[in-house]
């Protein structure tokens, strides 16, 4: 199965959110490729790879935190 397409695009999901395990081992197979290419490219522009690991942690943390601090309808 070709996770990545051409466009950097993120494929959808096959299996549904309910499928817990097979839902986030899909999530993580999609997001793989990507997550090297950025973790690549921002090492090619001279930065530390494990700085930019710990940033994009950080990062999506605050997503999340700022995702379930927003009101709902």
Same mark, same amino acid.
């Given at each position: 199965? !070709?996770?990545?397409?051409? !466009?950097?695009?993120? %494929? /959808? %999901? *096959?299996?549904? =959110?309910?499928? #817990?395990? =097979?839902?986030?081992?899909?999530?993580?197979? @999609? &997001?793989?490729?990507?997550?090297?290419?950025?973790? !690549? @490219?921002?090492? +090619? /522009?001279?930065?530390?790879?494990? *700085?930019? =690991?710990? *940033?994009?942690? #950080? &990062? /999506?943390?605050?997503?999340?935190? =700022?995702?379930? /601090?927003? %009101?709902? +309808?």
């Amino acid at each position: 199965m !070709d996770m990545m397409r051409g !466009d950097g695009s993120v %494929p /959808a %999901p *096959t299996h549904s =959110a309910s499928e #817990f395990l =097979a839902y986030e081992a899909e999530c993580r197979s @999609a &997001l793989r490729p990507l997550l090297a290419g950025l973790l !690549d @490219a921002a090492e +090619s /522009a001279g930065w530390n790879r494990r *700085t930019v =690991a710990s *940033t994009l942690m #950080f &990062l /999506a943390a605050q997503q999340v935190s =700022a995702t379930e /601090a927003s %009101p709902r +309808s």
